[in-house]
């Protein structure tokens, strides 16, 4: 296959696109294809950039491009000796892209064979899921710095944004991990001292700065983590994951209150009830009831209509 980006492109223009939109004037069914098939390679090449961006074929990617663009100059600037070689050079492209590709390509072909098929098209799992698998992860990493008895302070935004408490902190923008929450609050380390917020499934940030709560009724043995525990829960709705480092209990801080020395089962128990089962109930619920609404104004201007006829 030859390649010659310095081709006639008035010919190109009557021989390719004039006649095709001339095609499309004869059957303008064929718009309809058109439109599909520009949308499955925009997407599929959507799909592929999104895929190696952040690898290193995303540099070879720009190398290639603008090898290209430098090719259709010299065309265009009747440069010929220059634009033989590029277009020997890219009469190799294919091969070369191949084997250049090669672990790319592979990957998004096992993807595509197993049931990563929604990851691949770049569709995730519903929030509802997403939530409930972070909230096991946060379980799992609150009951082991509870055995080496390390403290720790995990703050799980909801509906009321805290981005005020997560720009005092160190921005991370991670994935909700067991072992990245342990790591973050391994003593004598950076992040170590403060909150580690969880917004939109991801860990915002770590060494958070939370506000205290001054409450009088607040028990005196309770800890400076405790007492911010307690101070974030009033101000917002988050619920927070507290881990004392003299005893090892874990509690929750919730609407002002704290529930005190909670075994794993209870923990978890009392995060899905509170972040997933009654926020996407209530979401659930309303997306009912507009649906039902719907359906009702429907019904009711069909029997206008069918008594209008009537009339």
């Known amino acids: 296959m030859i390649i010659n980006l310095g081709m006639n492109w008035e ?4 021989d390719n696109i004039l006649a095709y ?7 303008p069914f064929e718009l309809i294809t058109l439109i599909i098939d520009l949308a499955l390679v925009i997407f599929l090449l959507y799909c592929f950039f999104r895929m190696v961006k952040g690898s290193r074929a995303w540099q070879l990617i720009k190398g290639i491009a603008l090898l290209i663009v430098i090719t259709w100059v010299s065309g265009l600037l009747n440069l010929k000796i220059l634009n033989w ?20 390509l592979r990957r998004g072909l096992e993807q595509l064979g197993t049931n990563k098929i929604t990851k691949f098209f770049g569709i995730d799992k519903d929030i509802s899921t997403k939530t409930k698998e972070d909230i096991y992860k946060i379980v799992i990493a609150a009951t082991e710095l509870s055995k080496a008895k390390t403290g720790a302070l995990i703050v799980i935004e909801r509906d009321i944004k805290i981005q005020d408490i997560i720009a005092t902190g160190i921005p991370m923008g991670a ?8 790591n ?31 409450d009088k009724d607040i028990a005196k043995e309770l800890g400076t983590r405790h007492r911010a525990a307690i ?29 005190a020395d909670l075994r794993e089962d209870v923990l978890k128990k009392i995060l899905i009830s509170n972040v997933v089962t009654k926020r996407f109930a209530v979401e659930k619920k309303e997306r009912a009831s507009r649906l039902k609404s719907i359906r009702e104004k429907l019904k009711k201007e069909k029997a206008e209509i069918k008594q209008d006829k009537e009339n």
């Not at 003299?246 to 209150?257: C, L, M, V």
């Open 11 to 14: 010919k190109f223009y009557k």
């Open 21 to 27: 939109i001339k095609s499309l004037q004869a059957n």
């Open 85 to 104: 070689i590029l277009t020997g050079i890219m009469n190799l492209g294919v091969i070369a892209i191949i084997v250049i590709f090669q672990p790319e």
């Open 175 to 182: 994935e909700v991990s067991p072992q990245l929450l342990v």
């Open 184 to 214: 973050i609050f391994e003593p004598k380390t950076p992040l170590h001292d403060g909150a580690v917020v969880i917004s939109g499934n991801k860990i915002a940030a770590a060494a958070c700065v939370l506000p205290l709560a001054d």
């Open 231 to 259: 101070g974030i829960s009033k101000e917002s709705d988050s619920i927070v994951v507290v881990v004392s480092e003299e005893t090892g209990k874990i509690s929750i801080a919730k609407d002002g209150t704290l529930i």
